[in-house]
């Protein structure tokens, strides 16, 4: 069975102005659900937008990957009126229905993952022609005429006792093409449940729903961590390397300075078979050519969604985030901050990252944060 993903981006947004390209943890909101369908079963995944900018950044930052793609929608099926029907009608009739099951994604679900995509898939397998996310919800639902909907008050049940209510999150539809094509809508006849958990209910139309969210997929990403042993050590570069000042001519960038002793440390790391990475957001000349002297073979410029790149090399060259060892010292390194086995930050990082990471290194960057860190992992996989 062919299978495509579809997430929906609109330019405007009322509530929350550029909300799908604001940074939560660190990366662009659409990219939280982004990067779970890039781990799931889909066979493609598309990105439907009228914003340009967004178009852009997946050409560049999806590069390694075939699976994810960027297709301009019509201004007529991204104003405030449309349906999200309309969008995926006219998006199937783009591909001329060339797939056997949609997965509609909404880019305001950061909570969604892999597992839940793949679980509505397998559905599509088992005589079901569509399926919905839901989160069991054990709230009590009245009406306006002040009855109660779903329990009897004068038996008020324990919340141990009590079955609950499937609420819709908005999150992950599925529907086989026939169904969307028949019946211009997302779901069937047929209809399968998947089950999500209680905190994916929440919505982002407010500052304060933002803040909540952004609090919640922080700490389910630290309650995955686990103490496992360091195979792999990744490094951000201006800020961990550098002290993140650079000096500039009228050619352009000029100097970086960089602490002998981190290259140092990073050599007798690799003694030890630990691999080396570097992850920076920044396309620099000096940078490559620093981390060719230093003989770093896993070098990835300009990077944006770290998490997402992150995520997929440990899928591709088949280690876990436990075995990760990440040294960041800016928002933009927040996502892996807080997913990685030892998260680890220089004394002059940025607040933010302090407040996350499970290590603050005795040293500031440029100035032997990288070689500290290099000792905390040699000591620490003396217990493996």
């Not at 889909?42 to 997946?58: G, M, Q, R």
């Not at 079955?163 to 028949?182: F, M, P, R």
């Not at 909540?212 to 700490?219: A, H, R």
Request: aromatic share 8%.
């Amino acid at each position: 069975m062919t299978s495509v993903g579809f997430i929906p981006l609109r330019k405007g947004s009322k509530g929350i102005p550029g909300k799908n390209k604001r940074k939560m943890v660190g990366k662009p909101l659409f990219t939280w659900v982004l990067g779970a369908a890039l781990q799931s079963d889909l066979d493609t995944v598309y990105v439907y937008t009228d914003d340009l900018d967004i178009i852009s950044f997946i050409d560049k930052e999806y590069h390694y990957t075939n699976k994810i793609k960027a297709l301009q929608r019509s201004e007529a099926s991204a104003t405030d009126t449309a349906s999200t029907e309309s969008a995926m009608l006219e998006f199937a009739q783009t591909l001329d229905y060339n797939f056997d099951a949609i997965c509609l994604l909404q880019a305001t679900s950061p909570f969604t993952t892999a597992t839940d995509i793949n679980k509505s898939l397998a559905l599509l397998s088992k005589g079901y022609d569509s399926t919905v996310t839901v989160v069991n919800t054990h709230r009590f639902i009245w009406d306006a005429s002040g009855k109660p909907l779903n329990y009897d008050y004068k038996n008020r049940p324990r919340r141990q006792d009590f079955d609950g209510l499937l609420v819709e999150n908005g999150a992950v539809y599925t529907c086989l093409a026939s169904v969307l094509k028949s019946k211009e809508n997302r779901l069937g006849d047929a209809v399968g449940v998947v089950t999500m958990p209680e905190h994916s209910l929440y919505e982002i139309d407010t500052e304060n729903d933002w803040t909540v969210v952004e609090q919640l997929l922080i700490q389910r990403q630290q309650q995955l961590k686990k103490a496992e042993k360091i195979t792999h050590l990744v490094l951000d570069v201006d800020g961990v390397f550098t002290d993140g000042t650079i000096t500039y001519t009228k050619e352009g960038e000029h100097t970086k300075q960089f602490d002998m002793r981190d290259g140092m440390g990073l050599e007798i790391l690799r003694q030890f078979g630990v691999t080396v990475m570097i992850m920076t957001s920044e396309r620099s000349e000096l940078v490559a050519k620093r981390m060719e002297k230093l003989q770093i073979e896993h070098v990835f410029l300009g990077v944006k969604d770290k998490h997402t790149l992150l995520t997929q090399l440990a899928k591709t060259h088949q280690f876990s985030l436990n075995n990760v060892a990440y040294v960041g010292d800016d928002v933009n390194d927040l996502a892996n901050i807080c997913s990685v086995g030892w998260s680890l930050a220089p004394n002059n990082a940025m607040q933010e990252v302090i407040n996350q990471a499970d290590i603050i290194l005795p040293k500031p960057s440029g100035a032997g944060a990288i070689r500290s860190a290099c000792q905390f992992i040699k000591q620490y996989n003396k217990r493996f």
